[in-house]
Every structure is written in structure tokens, then in C-alpha cells.
């Protein structure tokens, strides 16, 4: 069983930076895929970034990329969203999903393991 801890949430405004935290307890990130995923008010849930953890291998969406670094810390089994020009329509809650896969996954049916999520908003 893995649990996942989001912090680094909060208000900012437009064209700031936030880097958000997941802390992983009960297993190591060692042999899973970790991603995050936003979800505003009356939307649906969407993928923003993905890390395969043993092959440092990442992933995007696209209105994301050059603006979003997702990243690891091996000693602290911890994934760190480096979000940097904030844009208004970032503003989401942010949830941290783990699953136990060496692949690439954007589908959030695919995660087992969630976060409680972040709250971020970005004010114009």
C-alpha cells in the first residue's frame, strides 16, 4: 500500500511559480510510474505530467510543456511539479497518483494510489 502527500499549494499570481510536493509512505517510487493530474471546478480530471521513476522518464501535456518540470528525489521517495509562468487557467486542484508500472501512463484510470490534492490558484 502507498500513501501520497501533496503539499505546496496556494495562491499566486499570474506569471508566478509554485512547486508542488508528493511524499510517498509505506513503499518506495522504485518500481512505479508517479503523475499529476488537475482538476477545476466543473471539469473533468486531466493529466499534466508523468515520471517513470526507474527511467527518469517524463512526460507532458502540452500546454504545459517549457512551463512544468516534473522531477524526483531518490533519498526522500519524493516528486516534486516545478510550475513556473502561472497561467490563470492553471488554476485546479493538483493530485499526486502513483501505480506500480514502468511505463508511461496519462490515464487516471490506470493510477491505484492517490493523493488528498492541492489546491492552486492563479489570479490574473
Known amino acids: 500500500q502507498v500513501q501520497l502527500v501533496e503539499s505546496g499549494g496556494g495562491l499566486v499570481q499570474a506569471g508566478g511559480s509554485l512547486r508542488l510536493s508528493c511524499a510517498a509512505s509505506?513503499?518506495?517510487?522504485?518500481?512505479?510510474?508517479v503523475g499529476w493530474f488537475r482538476q477545476a471546478p466543473g471539469k473533468e480530471r486531466e493529466f499534466v505530467a508523468t515520471i517513470v521513476w526507474s527511467a527518469d522518464s517524463t512526460y507532458y501535456r502540452d500546454s504545459v510543456k517549457g512551463r512544468f518540470t516534473i522531477s524526483k528525489d531518490n533519498a526522500k521517495n519524493t516528486v516534486y511539479l516545478q510550475m513556473n509562468s502561472l497561467k490563470p487557467d492553471d488554476t485546479a486542484v493538483y493530485y499526486c497518483a502513483a501505480d506500480r508500472t514502468l511505463v508511461r501512463v496519462t490515464n487516471a484510470r490506470a493510477y491505484n494510489y492517490w493523493g488528498q490534492g492541492t489546491q492552486v490558484t492563479v489570479s490574473s
Open positions: 509505506g513503499r518506495t517510487f522504485s518500481t512505479y510510474t
